[in-house]
Each structure stands twice: as C-alpha cells, then as structure tokens.
C-alpha cells in the first residue's frame, strides 16, 4: 500500500505528517511513503533525507492524492478552515484519510468531507486508553504548545523569570498562572518552573492537584462544587452558567496577582469557557500578559482575538492559532510517531482492517462510503444512530 504526505497548506503551517525516520518502519509493515516536493522543508526535513529512507518524492500535489492508498495529513479539511477545500476534488471513494479533522467543529465541513467517499480517520477521536497513548495525536501536539506558550510569554513580558540576587539588587521571580491543567497546562507548569518562576495552576479536575504539585507548581484551590467535573474518557464537563460565574469571582484575585496567565481550559465539541473577564484584565498589573491557548475554540479570556496579539487596559493578551506548528521539528517528529503506530494497527496484510475489529479503529473512523459513521460525531449532530451490519 502508498502512503501519500502532501505538503501542508494551511497558511503559516510548518509542520509535515511523517518525517524521513519512521519511512522505514512504515516499509517494515509494507506501507511505502511518497513526499510531496518540500513538505518537510519547513520543519527541517528535505527531500534528500526523505529519500535516503526509501520514500519517492513526487513533484505534483495531485499526483501524490492520485498514487495514495492512504493520505497522512496534520491539517486535513475541516481542521484547514482556510484552504483545506481545494484538496477535497483531489480525494477518491475508499482512499483513506488520516489527521487531524476538526470532528465536532463544522459539521458542513465533515459532511462535504463524507460526500467525497473518502475514509477519514480523525486522530481527534483517538480513544484515551493505554494502547492508543502512542497515537495520541492531541497530546502530542498539546505538549508542544504548552511549552511554546511560556517561551512566547517570557519574550513578551518585561520582566524576567527567575529570581535574581546581584550587585544591582535582587529581583523577585514572576508570577505565573496556568487556569487548566490538562497536557498543555501541566507542560506550561513545568517549562515555567524551570525558567525559574513561581507557578500556580488552577483546574476544574481536582484530580491534577498532585501532577501540578510534583511538578513543583502550587494549585489553586477554589470553594467550588467540582465533584462531577470530569467525564469517563478523563476530559472535563461542560458547567451551567452559575458555575462558571461564581468560578470567575473566585479566581479574580488570583489573576490579579499574576504578572502572566496561561489559559488551557477547553471542553471537547463545546465554545471555551469564559473565565477571564474585562474586569479582571483590568484589575492586573500593567505590563501583565495574557496568553490564550483556548483561542482557537473561541477563547478564555473575553478580550482574546483569535489569532492576534493585542494589548488591552495595559494589559498583553495573545490569542495563538496553531502554536504547536511553532516547533515544526519536534511537533512533526511527535506526529509522524503517532501517525506510524496509528497505520501499523490499522493495516494488516496489506488491507485495512475493519471498524468492528479494533476499538482504535472505530473509535477515530469518521466518514466512509459517503456517510458521517462515527456514533459520537453523528450524536452530536444529531443524526440518528446507524444500524450496525455485522459481516
Ligand atoms: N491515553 C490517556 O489516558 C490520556 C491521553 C491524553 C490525556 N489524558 C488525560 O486527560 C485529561 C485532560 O487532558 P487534555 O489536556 O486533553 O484536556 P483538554 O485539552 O480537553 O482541556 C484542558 C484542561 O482544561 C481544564 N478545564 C476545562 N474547563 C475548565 C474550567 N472551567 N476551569 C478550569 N479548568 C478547566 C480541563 O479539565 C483540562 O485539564 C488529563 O488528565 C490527561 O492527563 C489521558
């Protein structure tokens, strides 16, 4: 079987789908790999090294879609709100699809993505158990980005992080929040800890309090009612209004004490709680920075605009759209080993295997045969459930 990488196109996307070390583990379980000319460019992957490891450059975009059985992208259609349609007349009935999809943003985009016949597999969907942790797409890119996001904030804040006693004076470490302390968060919490930082992290989950303590990081407390806070798959609820209402009065002072707030705090398929408010802006010390991870989901903080950097009542607020794809080396290294296990599960004997063979499987197949088929995706939208045809 081929295994297509097109270049991505999402603009300013740097990351590429596989990267030259695990074509010859792809080779291994008989899947052979051709490149779009310069996809791993960007991420400090040429073509050569490519080559070096068997797989066959290919000049043309369409030629790539034309030669593939299996197409890896990062940001397939859906994911790619921008461009990602003009790929859509380059895809065929029974090719499959591998990437990140958007599965329950757009339900228009998943639909035109069914209509195609393609068999996509939305690594979004990846089921949180221990055999699919090597495939776990989201981690790996929420890893990156928890660490991108202190490096851009201590960049923008005009303080240092760490204490410093010197001839000059001593200066006191920075204070730095984290509101959500999933992959990214904990990640935010141990990259700010070791530039020197005083860090707290805050989480809906009571469950992180010990992760963000061992990693030296102090947590948060709130007198909240947070017992049903995380759902079965480990990811957590969406709250009523009041809840979030009376989380935002709580955490006011908190916020109001930081030099720098690192908001993470997503729902699955839900807007982004708003947990940050003008008024709380406005209460933090001038030259504070506001750094939004959840902007690509509408946002935390209520000034955030996704996908600028504006500054407000004194006050630095980024909004960062695709920050993983800021460390295209690493990100793209994570992805392409996440992408090859992921393949090596679902093709056996040069075939890929059924939904119903394999939980992982299942789990992230989202259209086929024209058809929205995942069952937690058509829930969402509403469709009813389909009637399961055993073979
Ligand atoms: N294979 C596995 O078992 C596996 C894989 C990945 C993640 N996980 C676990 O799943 C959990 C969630 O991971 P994630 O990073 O993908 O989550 P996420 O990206 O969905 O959310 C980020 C964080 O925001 C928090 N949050 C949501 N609403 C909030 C609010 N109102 N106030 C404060 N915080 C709020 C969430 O609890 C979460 O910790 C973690 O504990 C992680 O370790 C398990």
Redesign the pocket.
Known sequence: MIVGVPKEIYPGERRVALTPAVVPLLAKAGLEVVIETGAGERAGYPDAQYQEKGAKILAERSAVFAQSDIVTQVLCYGANDKNGANDLPLMRKGQVLVGFVRPLGSEESVQRLAKTGVSSYSVELMP???R??SM?A??SM?SIAGYKAVVVVADELPRIFPMMTTAAGTITPSRILV???????LQAVATAKRLGSVVSA????PA?KEQVQSLGGRFVELPLETGDAQDAR???KA?DEAF?AK?RELLGNVIAESDAVIT?????GKKA?I?VTEAMVKRMPPGSVILDLAAERGGNCELTRPGEKTVQHGVTIIGPINLASGAPYHASQMYAKNLQTFLQNLVQDGKVRPPESDDIIRDTLLTQNGEVVNARVRESMGLPALQVVSS
């Open positions: 949180r158990t221990t699919a942790q776990d989201l981690s929420a509101i959500g302390a999933g992959v990214a968060g805050y989480d809906v989950r992180v480990g990811y957590a709250q979030y989380q993470t705090a997503v729902v699955p709680p947990l």
